[in-house]
C-alpha cells in the first residue's frame, strides 16, 4: 500500500482531546492531497476535513469546525488530526484516504479523487 494502515486513535473523555496520524510511503508525498473521515456505528461515512498538497488550504465539516484542525509534516509523509473538545457524537472509526489529485474535492463531495485509503481507528469518547 502506498499509504500506511496504521492510524493511532484511543479513548478520551467527553471535552478532551486527541491527535491521530496517518504516514504514507512510496510516493512523492507532497503532490496529494489528503483527506479525513469517520463512520459512527449504523451511520454512513462522512467527510471530516481535506488537506491540500502544501498545507496552505484546509476545509472542515460543519460539525467539526473549531474544534479539529488538520496539517501535514511533509518532510516526515504525515498528515495529522488534532481532535479537540470532543463529543460522545465524534465516537466513530476514523480513516485517512489520499487523493489523485493535489487539491481537495468540492466539500459537497469529499471522497471524490480519494483513491487511497487507510484501514481506519476507532476512537470513543466516553466518560
Known amino acids: 500500500l502506498r499509504l500506511a494502515a496504521g492510524v493511532w486513535g484511543g479513548l478520551v473523555q467527553p471535552g478532551g482531546s486527541l491527535r491521530l496520524s496517518c504516514a504514507a510511503s512510496?510516493?512523492?508525498?507532497?503532490?496529494?492531497?489528503i483527506g479525513w473521515f469517520r463512520q459512527a456505528p449504523g451511520k454512513e461515512r462522512g467527510g471530516v476535513g481535506c488537506?491540500?498538497?502544501?498545507?496552505?488550504?484546509?476545509y472542515y465539516a460543519d460539525s467539526v469546525k473549531g474544534r479539529f484542525t488538520i496539517s501535514r509534516e511533509n518532510t516526515k509523509n504525515t498528515v495529522y488530526l488534532q481532535m479537540n473538545s470532543l463529543k460522545a457524537e465524534d465516537t466513530a472509526v476514523y480513516y485517512c484516504?489520499?487523493?489523485?489529485?493535489?487539491?481537495?474535492?468540492?466539500?459537497?463531495?469529499?471522497?471524490?479523487?480519494?483513491?487511497?485509503w487507510g484501514k481506519g481507528t476507532q476512537v470513543t469518547v466516553s466518560s
Open positions: 512510496g510516493f512523492t508525498f507532497d503532490d496529494y492531497a
Open positions: 484516504a489520499t487523493s489523485k489529485w493535489a487539491g481537495c474535492p468540492h466539500p459537497a463531495s469529499p471522497t471524490y479523487g480519494m483513491d487511497n
Open positions: 488537506i491540500n498538497s502544501s498545507g496552505g488550504h484546509t
